[in-house]
């Protein structure tokens, strides 16, 4: 049973320019979120996508931006890359809304994004 | 605001000491509560949850957590600790009925002495 995939592994980039992450969830799992994940917090909820739409956003600014596609995997995007967007990205998969267990979330292992 | 609240950033116990965990959530109504570990380099491993009902659960490697209501808290607990439980662990709690966005606590580093 396939876990959550992210790749790249790890990304180099320079201020400006923009960024693509990928996610593909959990086999079942039909809902993706994204956090950020910045050195020595706790993650923080970007964004989540359920039947191809962004459902629900954190505080992020619109340079945050994502897809999710009909097979479910999921892309983040980030424009305009700042110092201050360096972190690892994660990506968490769960079920369609309905019943506990689709508060689940299993995350994968996370990109981890250094904006020099 | 809601918030999830780790009081404790860094714990150092010895191998074989028992083990807690605190957190302490702000929300207007009880949350679902998770538990999370993630090991260097790694991401995010579900330990436990918390829906409603039994306020003990127990959860994957021997872990178990208590809900206690008039505390606000879900403590994370464990009898023995062994070396590889060295990692960091997060609180983690989302209001029932939302789409399911989860808040984290800021992490407790745990450190596992020979």
């Known amino acids: 049973d396939a876990g959550v995939t992210q790749s790249p592994t790890h990304l180099i980039k320079t201020r400006g320019q923009q960024v693509t992450l990928r996610c593909s969830p959990k086999s079942g799992h039909d809902t993706v979120s994204w956090y950020q994940q910045a050195l020595g917090q706790g993650p923080q909820f970007i964004f989540q996508?359920?039947?191809?739409?962004?459902?629900q956003r954190g505080n992020f600014p619109d340079r945050f931006s994502g897809h999710q596609f009909p097979n479910y995997s999921s892309e983040l995007n980030v424009n305009a890359l700042l110092l201050g967007d360096s972190a690892l990205y994660l990506c968490?998969?769960?079920?369609?809304?309905?019943?506990?267990?689709?508060?689940?979330?299993?995350f994968g292992p996370g990109t981890r994004l250094t904006v020099t | 605001a809601q918030s999830v609240t780790q009081p404790d950033i860094h714990i150092t116990v010895s191998e074989g000491a028992s083990l807690e965990l605190r957190c302490n959530y702000s929300y207007g109504a009880t949350p679902y509560l998770f538990w999370y570990v993630q090991s260097p380099g790694q991401g995010l491993q579900l330990l436990l949850k918390y829906f409603s009902g039994d306020t003990l659960v127990q959860g994957i490697k021997g872990f178990e957590a208590e809900f206690k209501r008039s505390q606000s808290s879900f403590n994370l607990r464990k009898p023995s600790v062994h070396w590889s439980d060295a990692a960091e662990y997060f609180c983690a709690a989302t209001p029932s009925g939302s789409a399911r966005q989860l808040t984290f606590g800021s992490g407790t580093q745990l450190t596992v002495l020979p």
């Open positions: 996508y359920y039947e191809e739409e962004e459902r």
């Open positions: 968490a998969s769960s079920l369609a809304p309905g019943g506990y267990s689709s508060y689940e979330q299993y």
